[in-house]
């Protein structure tokens, strides 16, 4: 399996990993070849048979997902009779096919058109009426099923019994009448389904959360990373109007694969909550920034003498903790706490802190707080409340004589900034096993709201004349790098969209 | 005058043959004493290689090199016999296993004994009650004799058979469906590689054979290798089963020689003409998923070369006539509706296509169609054939093909009533 | 356990050990099963199957739904197969079962008013030599004209 192979595809010679298939080996030599039922994660179907190749020596064409390099081995992918064979197998896909692309959700993303546009011949010449089969099927309350636009090519058969554990759909009926069915009650239960939306190449599984919200081509896309739990499963947030619509998972061998929980999938309703907090109050009214940030200054600097208690949230970056640890060194602060949500985990993906970047918190010094409160009294408190999970207890509270908070929502308090969520802005967490992951900032919420980063550097600029606060989010992560061992040679670059191990910290991958 | 060479079917005609003693009377279970007393296990092979038989299922692959496929491991191995018989016009295998099981079952201990098994499953149609009881009934009283179980003969050789009926799916008779459905699925066809001899039931070494290849196995160990490969002609050695049906006056299972008459001769002279007395207009010569041969080619010797040759193949040994009172469009329409209710759904082309196929010939039929709509299906049978997972897509491309080109002329007479009509 | 007779249980547990698996042993199980439950496999029949095997009822439904020789709706007291493929139509298969039809008022799938039979038009069923053919449940019917058809589907009622 191991070591390199010499082949030849249409032609051309390259070197290939050996152990390959034909379909991955093609692409060392620039060349896509088309498959529907094919995942690289999944086993071998080889129902589709979109993906037949030329094998040079042999007779009949052969699937590429099934057929391993081997040294020497000579292959076309679109020489004229693959090309007619793919042509033919285009043709009877569709002749079945409702051909509802207009109302349907996965048209400008589906495979069935790309490919009918790539290699089909453009015509129908099917002259009899089609099969007629279940249609707008619902599988519970996440996915819905169409059998006349399904091609069985079975990869969400195949997803959720290889991958999720819990064999649900199966296959009923035999040749042209074949179907789909779910277990039980026809409900799927895993909490992972709605990846079966994804693998679907064609619109025969949708997402009843996304379906008839915006057609694909109206949206715009953003790679970054769920910020549900420490995992830090990659994803691409598809947004239209500065609103989230949808995530969908970004394939990440180190982390996810190719996918995503359900819960994190439609952990979202919060961006686009229209109650959200977007001016600053103080006092329980609306402020301008600069007022606020004024205020929050003299509350700083009154308390100096009787302490201030800062508790930061891990839902915060890297970045922002930073411009946090550099304010409250300025102050001398001592007593830093930030708030870590727990819940359950699973075998998977799903990671029992229900925060992104816990340990990017910890890294920049701060300590996980006790369940106990210290008894002491402060002269002010600097806190940035959790997106979800406990907040600070009433008692905490209590302990200071005025607060200063970041808040997605209103709260009490003597000043209170609005918080941004993690699509509005770019910086970096620290996932589980200490892996450095970028987000991206895909929506403006609201134009008037300042990230919490640059309400912190001006802050703490007005406290201090000399502080010259980063710009972007790679220059802050620069100076985070210049300043932490654990970060030590990272740089926004080197991170890339795919993350990267910290190294330092030394913590097991 | 053509005679039938009684090797299989010697006793069928014999009730006693059915049980353990008759089985006996007639040298049953000698060849079976013989081997493990006095062979090693690739000796048996060699002597099925040296006799020259090929599968008698349909694809005429040589049985002795089908074994030797499976590797020398220590993983378990495993022989299912294909019992599946459900080629239209094939009705074989059914008259060794209603009439005399035994020679199965001996034959199915000796191909176990040669890679290796310790288990085998004969896989029955479910549409078979009668064959499925008298193979029980036989293996019963086999296993009380010893001879299916633990210690055959006190050889130390053991081996367990256990009768599986299907449930009506013609594509089990295609071996790696015939594997997947063994193991209580869907019969779904299985991707090649891996085959069958290196990773078959529950992923261990399997050999499928016919009812009729492991029954002539028996009777090579019985009477030698040289003795079977003496009768027949060359590639087609030994003697094998034919069924002939449809329109001839002597339908019926005839245990034959190849390679000593014609193909018209046979039909002619056993077949006894039709009995409308009309001519014949076509012959399916190995089962409906092999191309027509017209009433002008069959002159063809009958072997498995000969025939292959003329363009056809004596598949599974079905023969089937029909004469010339038959349109070739409602011939043509009823292998389709077959093919395409079989097709198991699995992959693409076979799918669609079949159901396609299928809808052209009955618009034909209609005269719903044009002659560029027979292009059309042509052209259609050439995006299925050839590209699909197992060999079903053949089994119908070849038929409807041969059946547009031979009857061109009569397709086009039948779609050009529609306009003088 | 489900609601299966003890003479049930007692065969399907001996068939269990003639494979590795007990998945193995689903279609041998399921013509036992089929004929104790009426002859066809209703949902509650579907999932009691699935509950003994230890498979997902999917499973067994799927394999109802393969396989010509299951049922999947009620049929009547007996089941009658006529073979339609190329050697019984070229013997008059197409016409016996038109004369069903006339005779006993049942098409391909239809069962009789008085719930005598079920008919259905089967593909091959391996009687070519001694066509037409049907299948009587267990009971096969050679060289059928249409006296015969006559005698053996009217003494079913």
Redesign the interface.
């Known amino acids: 399996m191991s070591g390199t192979v010499n082949v030849t595809v249409d032609g051309k010679q390259v070197a290939v990993p050996g152990g390959l298939n034909l379909i991955e080996a093609a692409r060392y030599a620039g060349k896509s070849v088309p498959h529907y039922c094919y995942h690289p994660r999944l086993s071998v179907a080889g129902n589709c048979r979109i993906c037949l190749v030329e094998i040079q020596g042999q007779g009949k064409l052969q699937i590429a997902c099934n057929t391993r390099v081997t040294e020497g081995m000579s292959y076309f992918t679109d020489n004229e009779r693959v090309r007619k064979a793919r042509e033919g197998i285009m043709e009877l896909l569709l002749i079945n096919h409702p051909l509802d692309c207009p109302i349907c959700d996965q048209a400008g993303e589906c495979k069935l058109q790309e490919y009918a546009v790539e290699h089909g011949s453009g015509i129908t010449r099917y002259a009899f009426e089609k099969v007629r089969k279940p249609k707008n099927v619902s599988w519970g309350d996440k996915v819905v099923f169409d059998s006349e636009r399904c091609i069985l090519c079975t990869r969400c058969v195949r997803f959720l019994d290889e991958v999720a554990g819990t064999p649900e759909v199966g296959l009923d009926m035999r040749g042209e009448k074949c179907t789909l069915v779910v277990k039980g009650d026809g409900k799927l239960t895993s909490p992972y389904q709605m990846n079966v939306i994804d693998l679907c190449p064609v619109g025969a599984l949708t997402s009843r959360d996304f379906r008839f919200k915006s057609r694909v081509w109206f949206m715009h896309f953003t790679d970054t990373v769920c910020t549900s739990c420490a995992r830090g499963c990659n994803v691409t947030v598809g947004s239209r109007g500065d609103r989230v619509l949808r995530m969908v998972p970004r394939a990440n061998p180190d982390v996810n694969h190719n996918w995503m929980c359900d819960h994190g999938r439609l952990h979202y309703a919060f961006v686009n909550d229209e109650t959200r907090l977007t001016v600053p109050r103080v006092a329980g009214k609306g402020a301008p920034y600069a007022a606020a940030i004024a205020r929050a200054k003299a509350i700083l600097e009154g308390a100096r003498g009787q302490g201030i208690l800062a508790v930061a949230s891990p839902f915060m970056t890297n970045e922002e903790l930073f411009a946090m640890k550099e304010l409250l060194d300025r102050l001398g602060v001592e007593d830093r706490f930030f708030l870590k949500p727990m819940g359950e985990g699973d075998d998977l993906l799903v990671h029992p802190e229900k925060c992104p970047n816990a340990r990017g918190a910890a890294l920049l010094g701060f300590a996980e707080a006790a369940a106990e409160w210290p008894s002491k009294e402060y002269g002010a408190l600097l806190h940035f409340a959790p997106h979800e999970g406990a907040d600070l207890p009433e008692e905490a509270l209590k302990r200071a004589k005025r607060r200063i908070l970041f808040s997605l929502k209103e709260r009490e308090a003597d000043v209170c900034f609005p918080l941004t969520t993690w699509i509005e802005k770019d910086g970096t967490v620290v996932s589980a096993g200490d892996r450095l992951q970028r987000l991206t900032k895909g929506i403006t919420f609201e134009p008037t709201l300042v990230t919490e980063r640059t309400v912190l550097d001006r802050l703490h600029a007005s406290l201090d004349a000399s502080h010259r606060p980063p710009d972007t989010a790679a220059q802050a992560l620069a100076r985070l790098a210049a300043a932490l061992p654990a970060f030590a040679g990272v740089t926004w670059t080197r991170i890339g969209p795919l993350g990267m191990k910290l190294e330092a910290t030394g913590a097991p991958a | 005058m053509i005679r039938e060479t009684r090797v299989m079917l010697e006793h069928a005609g014999d009730p006693a043959q059915k049980t353990l003693a008759g089985y006996r009377k007639h040298g049953g279970y000698q060849a079976l004493a013989k081997a493990l007393r006095e062979m090693k296990p690739e000796e048996v092979t060699e002597e099925v290689l040296k006799s020259g038989l090929r599968g008698r299922g349909g694809a005429g692959f040589p049985t002795g090199r089908k074994w030797k496929f499976v590797p020398k491991t220590n993983k378990?191995k495993y022989i299912a016999v294909n019992a599946d018989?459900?080629?239209?016009?094939?009705?074989k295998d059914?008259q060794i296993m209603e009439n005399d099981p035994h020679q199965l079952i001996e034959g199915t201990l000796l191909a176990a004994y040669a890679i290796g098994a310790e288990t085998c499953y004969i896989y029955v149609?479910?549409?078979?009650?009668?064959s499925i009881r008298a193979l029980e009934d036989a293996l019963d009283e086999a296993r009380g004799a010893g001879l299916v179980g633990r210690d055959i003969m006190g050889s130390g050789f053991s081996c367990?058979i256990?009768v599986?009926?299907?449930?009506?799916?013609?594509i089990c008779g295609e071996e790696t469906a015939l594997l997947t459905?063994?193991?209580?699925?869907?019969?779904y066809p299985r991707?090649r590689p891996p085959f069958p001899a290196v990773e078959g039931l529950?992923k261990s070494p399997t050999v499928v054979n016919n009812v009729e290849t492991l029954s002539c196995v028996t009777h090579i160990l019985r009477r030698g290798a040289s003795w079977f490969s003496s009768l027949g002609c060359e590639g087609s050695t030994g003697t094998r089963l034919f069924?002939?049906?449809?329109?001839v006056r002597n339908?019926?299972?005839y245990e034959l020689e190849c390679g000593k008459f014609t193909l018209r001769e046979l039909l002619m002279e056993l077949g006894g003409g039709t009995p409308s007395g009309r001519p014949i207009k076509g012959v399916?010569p190995g089962g409906?998923s092999m191309p027509v041969l017209t009433a002008a080619e069959l002159d063809v010797r009958f072997d498995l070369d000969s025939i292959a040759k003329a363009g056809s193949s004596l598949g599974s040994g079905?023969i089937?006539?029909?004469d010339d009172s038959?349109s070739a469009v409602d011939?043509a329409l009823?292998?389709s509706q077959?093919y395409?209710?079989?097709?198991?759904?699995?992959?693409?082309?076979c799918?669609?296509?079949?159901?396609?196929v299928r809808?052209m010939l009955d618009?034909v039929r209609r005269r719903e169609a044009g002659t560029k709509d027979v292009a059309?299906l042509l052209d259609?049978l050439?995006?299925?054939e050839?590209?699909?997972?197992c060999a079903l897509a053949e089994a119908f491309c070849w038929p409807v093909r041969s059946f547009v080109k031979k009857f061109g002329a009569e397709f086009e007479a039948h779609l050009k009533e529609r306009a003088s009509a | 356990m489900a609601d299966f007779s003890p003479e049930l249980l007692a065969k399907v547990k001996d068939l269990w050990k003639r494979y590795p698996e007990r998945k193995a042993a689903l279609l041998p199980a399921m013509h036992l099963i089929q004929k104790e439950r009426g002859g066809w496999f209703s949902p509650e029949t579907i999932r009691d199957t699935a509950e003994l095997f230890e498979v997902p009822d999917i499973h067994v439904q799927g394999i109802v739904g393969f396989y010509d020789m299951f049922h999947d709706e009620p049929v009547g007291r007996h089941v009658v197969r006529l073979c339609k493929t190329l050697s019984c139509k070229l013997r008059g298969a197409d016409e016996l079962r038109a004369h069903i039809k006339r005779t006993f008022g049942v098409d391909h799938g239809e069962t009789t008013k008085d719930g005598a039979f079920t008919f259905r038009c089967f593909e091959c069923l391996g009687h070519c030599t001694t066509a037409p053919m049907m299948l009587v449940d267990e009971e096969r019917h050679e060289n059928l004209t249409a006296e015969k058809v006559d005698r053996v589907l009217g003494g079913l009622r």
């Not at chain 2, 799918?351 to 396609?356: L, T």
């Not at chain 2, 050839?386 to 997972?389: Q, S």
């Open positions: 378990k018989e459900s080629e239209p016009g094939t009705c059914r149609r479910g549409e078979y009650p009668h367990d256990w599986h009926p299907g449930a009506g799916a013609y459905s063994l193991e209580g699925n869907r019969g991707l529950w069924c002939i049906s449809g329109h339908p019926g299972v399916l409906s079905a089937m006539v029909f038959v011939v009823n292998i077959f395409s209710h079989e097709s198991c759904g699995q992959c693409t082309p799918r669609e296509g079949s159901d396609w809808l618009a059309l259609v050439d995006r299925i050839g590209n699909t997972i």
